[in-house]
């Protein structure tokens, strides 16, 4: 087995296609070819499914995968530490986070201490930010749930409420709050599955003897937060995901207390990183503060 063929399988795998690998890696597209097809001849198995243009992996490809994701992470951990004073002028943190707005602050001290740092951040519900750090897609997460396993690095930024919120012009906009009996009652919208805030006030509302079964489903908090400001329903957030809409009004939940704990996690196995390490301890020197 030769690191070049492995490099090309995982290029592959990871670019969708063999041509986006050749760009990728500054080689021909025969040659990655080549490649992945010596790979596969000598261990008599097939690592891609090729339909016309379309390239997946196969079963055996996927669990290959696993372990290449791994083997050249640990690459890229190793070229960090051996040019750690480069990996902090320039370098990519790849963040994915269920409220961005939790991170504001952070990414803001941490621009002014590593300016050269590309800074990526893109938007996913608990089971995205999860699946995102296990796949190696992203090298932070935030939460709005503390893991329980033992695979995460864990820096907990805060604790807030669910609370519902309104269009300042909707009927209910000056109730003091709202039991869940009268929520369960009203026209809600509420995000996609696979969000921990409308788990936890599905889970309660069942535990009370109440079904929440939304009118509108939206894929974001952006999408609830624009539809609700619409005046078509009732939404949910966590009172530190509030923030300042002038279309909106905030009205309590009258229910046991629902906390929302975000935390930036990343895995263990990862936390060395320096750019991960640099801004987790960022995270830390704030939240203590």
Request: proline share 3%; hydrophobic share 40%.
């Given at each position: 087995m030769r690191y070049v063929q492995l490099r090309a399988f995982h290029y592959v795998a990871i670019?969708?296609?063999?041509?986006?690998?050749?760009?990728?890696?500054?080689?021909t597209q025969p040659a990655i070819s080549d490649?992945?097809?010596k790979l596969e001849?000598?261990?008599?198995?097939?690592?891609?499914?090729?339909?016309?243009?379309?390239?997946?992996?196969?079963?055996?490809?996927?669990?290959?995968?696993?372990?290449?994701?791994?083997?050249?992470?640990?690459?890229?951990?190793?070229?960090?530490?051996?040019?750690?004073?480069r990996a902090l002028r320039s370098g990519t943190l790849r963040i994915v986070a269920d409220a961005a707005h939790h991170l504001?602050?952070?990414?803001?001290?941490?621009?002014?201490?590593?300016?050269?740092?590309?800074?990526?951040?893109?938007?996913?519900?608990?089971?995205?930010?999860?699946?995102s750090l296990y796949s190696y897609e992203a090298d932070i997460g935030v939460l709005g749930e503390i893991p329980t396993g033992r695979d995460f690095e864990v820096v907990k930024l805060n604790s807030t409420?669910?609370?519902?919120?309104?269009?300042?012009?909707?009927?209910?906009?000056?109730?003091?709050?709202?039991?869940?009996?009268?929520?369960?009652?009203?026209p809600l919208v509420m995000r996609e599955r696979g969000s921990?805030?409308?788990?936890?006030?599905?889970?309660?509302?069942?535990?009370?003897?109440f079904e929440f079964k939304p009118a509108i489903e939206a894929e974001g908090r952006e999408a609830v937060r624009e539809i609700v400001a619409s005046g078509a329903g009732v939404g949910f957030?966590?009172?530190?995901?509030?923030?300042?809409?002038?279309?909106?009004?905030?009205?309590?939940?009258?229910a046991p207390e629902m906390l929302m704990d975000e935390a930036l996690i990343c895995l263990k196995e990862r936390s060395g990183g320096k750019l991960v390490r640099v801004f987790l301890d960022i995270a830390r020197s704030m939240a203590a503060g």
């Open positions: 670019c969708g296609g063999f041509s986006r690998a050749a760009e990728t890696l500054f080689l490649q992945v097809r001849e000598e261990y008599d198995v097939l690592l891609f499914n090729r339909h016309k243009k379309q390239v997946t992996p196969t079963v055996a490809g996927q669990q290959l995968l696993e372990i290449t994701r791994r083997m050249f992470d640990t690459e890229q951990q190793a070229l960090e530490l051996l040019s750690e004073s504001l602050h952070i990414l803001g001290q941490f621009r002014q201490k590593y300016p050269g740092i590309q800074v990526s951040v893109r938007a996913g519900n608990t089971e995205t930010v999860i699946s409420p669910i609370v519902a919120f309104v269009s300042t012009d909707h009927p209910l906009a000056s109730a003091k709050s709202l039991s869940l009996h009268e929520l369960s009652l009203l921990k805030t409308r788990a936890k006030l599905e889970d309660l509302a069942a535990k009370e003897g957030v966590s009172a530190a995901e509030f923030g300042q809409d002038a279309r909106l009004v905030r009205i309590p939940i009258a």
